[in-house]
């Protein structure tokens, strides 16, 4: 179980972030000294398509790109719309601003604190990773996904 004293902040951009601009923020806020983790959400992009005449078929998609956060290479399956960050105390949020403020230059942004991730386990984490889960994944199931989660180690 995390510890729930952890405050958690959303960057909202006003736009869809595409996979260069999404690689560099990332970069940015996981060099942040403190930062528990990093939650991704956005609209899906789904490898085929899943509804309609072309049901099935390859959904060519030029944002579903491999892109490099650190160490490790990430397989976006979703366009960037909001970054969630879990950090270890209220100080890195100005250095968080500090960031954001440099580098939505071209469009507005939002930054809110409050609680967007889940801190205790659910029965969907239950079920995928058992009594014993890894702490950095819990909440960060996708009932609907087959695919874990990415994890970035930065310690």
Do not use: W
């Not at 996979?19 to 990093?38: C, D, F, H, M, Y």
């Not at 500090?98 to 942004?109: A, E, K, L, R």
């Not at 996708?142 to 695919?147: I, K, M, N, V």
């Amino acid at each position: 179980m995390t510890d729930a004293t952890f405050p958690q902040v959303r960057i909202v951009p006003l736009r869809l972030l595409k996979p260069t601009t999404a690689e560099s923020l990332l970069n940015k806020l996981a060099s942040i000294t403190g930062v528990q983790r990093i939650l991704i959400r956005g609209p899906g992009l789904p490898e085929n398509v899943p509804y309609g005449p072309a049901r099935g078929n390859p959904n060519p998609h030029s944002d579903r790109s491999t892109i490099q956060v650190v160490d490790t290479e990430i397989a976006l399956r979703v366009q960037v719309g909001e970054v969630i960050l879990e950090v270890e105390n209220d100080s890195l949020i100005a250095e968080i601003q500090s960031i954001c403020d440099d580098f939505f230059v071209n469009f507005p942004y939002q930054i809110k604190t409050g609680r967007f991730m889940k801190t205790d386990p659910t029965l969907v984490d239950y079920a995928r990773y058992g009594p014993d889960a890894d702490p950095d994944l819990i909440g960060l199931a996708d009932p609907r996904s087959g695919d874990r989660p990415v994890i970035i180690r930065t310690k």
